[in-house]
């Protein structure tokens, strides 16, 4: 089995900054691709932005230059540096990873964390 759990999501005053993180744990043989999404009350689930194995990155418009997104392939674990939030940054904030189990080398299952609530509000 495998778990993505993220954590440091919380209420913040607009211009604030936070740190998400998301630590994938179970029977891993190779993490691929990682990103974050989000989802606001009443939208659909949106990118926010992904991180290859290589650490190439890719961005939505509307976080470029105010989120970074990072990784440390030693400890399975992904972040997201947000700065200069906005109340528009309000969601449920989804960690994602395409994961290489130990049990099937060859197939690459896609799996979601529990979402971390992030609120931006003065």
């Known amino acids: 089995q495998v778990q993505l759990v993220e954590s440091g999501g919380g209420l913040v005053q607009p211009g604030g900054s936070l740190r998400l993180s998301c630590a994938a744990s179970g029977s891993i043989f190779s993490i691929n691709a990682m990103g974050w999404y989000r989802q606001a009350p009443g939208k659909q689930r949106e990118l926010v932005a992904t991180i290859t194995r290589g650490r190439n990155t890719n961005y939505a418009d509307f976080v470029k230059g105010r989120f970074t997104i990072s990784r440390d392939n030693a400890k399975n674990t992904v972040y997201l540096q947000m700065n200069s939030l906005k109340p528009e940054d309000t969601a449920v904030y989804y960690c994602?990873?395409?994961?290489?189990?130990?049990?099937?080398?060859?197939?690459?299952?896609?799996?979601w964390g529990q979402g971390t609530q992030v609120t931006v509000s003065s």
């Open positions: 994602n990873a395409d994961i290489i189990t130990v049990q099937a080398i060859n197939v690459v299952h896609n799996y």
